[in-house]
């Protein structure tokens, strides 16, 4: 009502002479609550009464809507986009540019995962493999992670979201290690255990297969030590204690397995959802042990088009799988 008086009363002043000048910004305001009408119907459509961000709070406490514990990301297709944007637009732009643009992505979607509800999201961002790449794109991505580590130093105090590393953590620059041990949020020691904890995890230089060999090394470790401690007692002799017995008297499983990956050390649970870009269907040597009955999601687009809104809509629609862990449903 305020618009259309205030285009009358300018109509009326100016004699209609400034009126064409300013009618498309006042038009531009009623267009805005069109659009927004068109949004949300649309979603309506797709989604029916699904919730969104908006409410994620009455979700969280809602049965019937099951948000996952640990959401899993393997961001790829930086380089990849780079390059076809430069081909489209007859450019030389470097793969270093994607990973620029996908660094910012990053934290968008991180932000608005926590934001729906879920406790653990792990960033696949630097594989084992990938140290073999041209050195500057190295130097490139791990400066970003610098960067980016820096500047959400203060988001991490603010929403109490603790900082964790698995991968080969030794093989970082020496400046990224502090970083990394410095900017996430620490929980206090009279901290109450059973409190809700928010947890951001970097896989950085990580392989799937050297976790699961080095648990089996930490393993063989306990067993070792085991054996050390049984030869000490007098009544046991090196003779008729063998390499076999040392593992006899350890109950190896798989919780016991689970617990010496990296994920399981940092007591952080397995991924319950893993999400994918540039449309590739494959875990790329991510989580081997850990993504046994993850439910896996690959989105065509590579990551700098990812979207907060495509990675809610992936996360908010998980409650409609059906895991039933090699069992059979109560529904069937």
């Given amino acids: 009502i305020l618009i259309i008086f205030s285009l009358i009363l300018t109509s009326l002043v100016t004699n209609g002479s400034v009126l064409l000048i300013i009618l498309p910004f006042h038009l531009s305001y009623l267009l805005i609550p069109l659009i927004r009408f068109y949004h949300n119907w649309i979603r309506l ?33 930086n380089g990849r986009w780079a390059i076809k944007q430069g081909e489209s637009s007859g450019l030389s732009i470097d793969r270093t540019y994607g ?5 910012n992505v990053t934290v968008n979607i991180v932000k608005r ?10 960033l696949f961002l630097f ?13 490139n991505i791990l400066g970003l992670l610098n960067k980016y580590l820096f500047e959400c130093a203060n988001y991490f105090q603010q929403d109490k979201i603790e900082l964790k590393v698995i991968g080969q953590k030794h093989r970082l620059p020496e400046y990224t290690q502090r970083l990394i041990e410095s900017v996430g949020y620490k929980p206090s020691s009279d901290t109450n255990p059973a409190e809700r904890r928010q947890v951001l ?50 109950n190896i499983d798989q919780s016991l397995f689970s617990q010496h990956t990296q994920l399981g050390k940092l007591g952080i649970p397995d991924p319950d959802l893993i999400i994918r870009t540039s449309g590739e269907f494959r875990l790329s040597n991510f989580l081997l042990w850990n993504s046994a009955y993850s439910e896996f999601e690959a989105v065509s687009c590579n990551w700098p088009e990812f979207t907060p809104d495509m990675a809610e809509d992936i996360i908010l629609r998980f409650h409609d799988r059906k895991r039933r862990f090699g069992g059979i449903s109560s529904t069937i």
């Fill in 201 to 250: 995890c970097l896989a950085l230089s990580y392989g799937g297969r050297d976790d699961i060999v080095e648990s089996c090394r930490a393993i063989t470790q306990i067993a070792l030590q085991n054996q050390l401690q049984q030869l000490k007692n007098k009544s046991t002799t090196s003779e008729d204690y063998s390499d076999s017995k040392a593992f006899s008297n350890i």
């Fill in 127 to 139: 594989s084992t493999e990938n140290w073999t790449r041209p050195k500057p794109e190295i130097e």
């Fill in 113 to 122: 995962t926590f934001a729906l509800g879920v406790d653990y999201v792990t």
């Fill in 45 to 77: 459509i797709q989604y029916g009464n699904k919730p969104t961000m908006h409410h994620f709070s009455a979700l969280k406490t809602s049965p019937e809507y099951e948000v996952p514990k640990h959401v899993a990301f393997i961001v790829d297709g």
């Fill in 99 to 103: 990973h620029t643009v996908g660094a």
